[in-house]
């Protein structure tokens, strides 16, 4: 079975940088679709970004756009989103996942990572 991992969150003050990152063992990311989901206390998920494969170009909730960014490293099997200007309204759970192609910013997912805990506070 498919499992995602993501790694990089942590709690950070308002204004801070963080870098996640998410990688899949046993699992070629390169030929999928890849992004982020996010939840949040109390909400539902909701989609962050997606990216399609061979497109370094991603998609962005309205919300994160121009301080988010999506990455991937092939080389390392790696996807990354660098979150800079962060605030209050970023705290969540942000999980990573890939699947047969991007709607809008929504990954059509197929695999999941478990999450990473991203806490802006201060």
């Known amino acids: 079975q498919v499992q995602l991992e993501e790694s990089g969150g942590g709690l950070v003050q308002p204004g801070g940088s963080l870098r996640l990152s998410c990688t899949a063992p046993?699992?070629?990311?390169?030929?999928?679709?890849v992004g982020w989901f996010r939840q949040a206390p109390g909400k539902e998920r909701e989609g962050v970004s997606c990216?399609?494969?061979?497109?370094?170009?991603?998609d962005y909730v309205g919300s994160v756009q121009g301080r988010f960014t999506v990455s991937r490293d092939n080389a390392k099997n790696t996807i990354y989103l660098q979150m800079n200007d962060l605030g209050p309204e970023d705290t969540g759970v942000y999980y990573c996942a890939a699947g047969f192609g991007c709607s809008y910013y929504y990954v059509q997912s197929e695999y999941w990572g478990r999450g990473t805990q991203v806490t802006v506070w201060g």
């Open positions: 046993g699992f070629i990311l390169e030929y999928y679709a």
């Open positions: 990216m399609n494969p061979n497109d370094d170009r991603a």
